[in-house]
């Protein structure tokens, strides 16, 4: 066996030792296969073969990784320390052995998160294009449907494109088809750019989410968007999917589908803390494209709000353990 360091007792602790030392497990936590030493699960989901325009993000788990170990342990704005409310580990990547088939690479993925919950281990997860929160919401919502906060540049509600039904533009319309999520519990943040069609977010509207998009943000703010969100959701399941092309591409260059005019990071940031106490059951940071990025900084804003989305979950991981 390799000697562990001697010298100092924080050596040993992931969270305290020097952020550049060591594998870049997600927050520098544990690695584990074994699901029953985790509360909270992060898994990357390598996979971008459902995109409609540019590629990448499966590269996005491990830029958000290695970005990710400059997060400290605690939360100095809500003091919440997420690794001392829950057990956080690393489950490594989603495997994924058929990527050039949509339908099996989702298949792929359901089954590996229908194996992480039934564990009882809540799964926050990085993409990945965003087709990839639908096999995930296969797996959290299979005993009944759930809310959503979904905060994005797109409805994703879309539908038919050159063929497929399953996209990256069409992970929420499936899932409502499929029963996994309560559209009457779910809103829709930052919703912008051009349309090819008229009705292109159609079945949000028509499904009963509120969307809330990037014009009435801006008029009124995060807090306003935060509230909407908690009125909307309530106190039953809800998962939190963030696609990182939400942000303006000022801050966010490297994702696929990139829309100026989005969210600032701190306002992402304030508007997530504003979120606390809510029934989480999982989450996700998706469309995180490495090599459109430029200065690792929407890796940084990206594993920046995916701490943010710990702290929340977190918390609800506490709670539940209290009662
Ligand atoms: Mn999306
Ligand atoms: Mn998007």
Redesign the pocket.
Known sequence: MIKKPAHYEEMNDPQARPRYMGIPTFFRCPATQDLNDADIGMVGVPYDGAVTNRNGTRHGPRAVRDLSSLMRRINAATGIQPFEAARVRDLGDCWIEFPFSVDKAHAEIAAFYKTVVAAGVMPLSVGGD?SVSLPILRAVAEKRPVGMIHI???C?TGDDYLGSRFH??TPFSRAVEEGLLDPKRVIQIGIRGTTNDPDMWGFSLRSGMRVLGMDEFHDKGWRYAAEEARRVVGDGPVYLSY?I?SLDPAQAPGTG?PEAGGIQAIEAIRMLRSLRGLNFVGGDL??VSPPYDVGDITALNGATILFEILCLLAETVQARKAR
């Open positions: 965003h994005d540049a797109h994703d990256h533009g696609d092309d589908t998706v469309e």
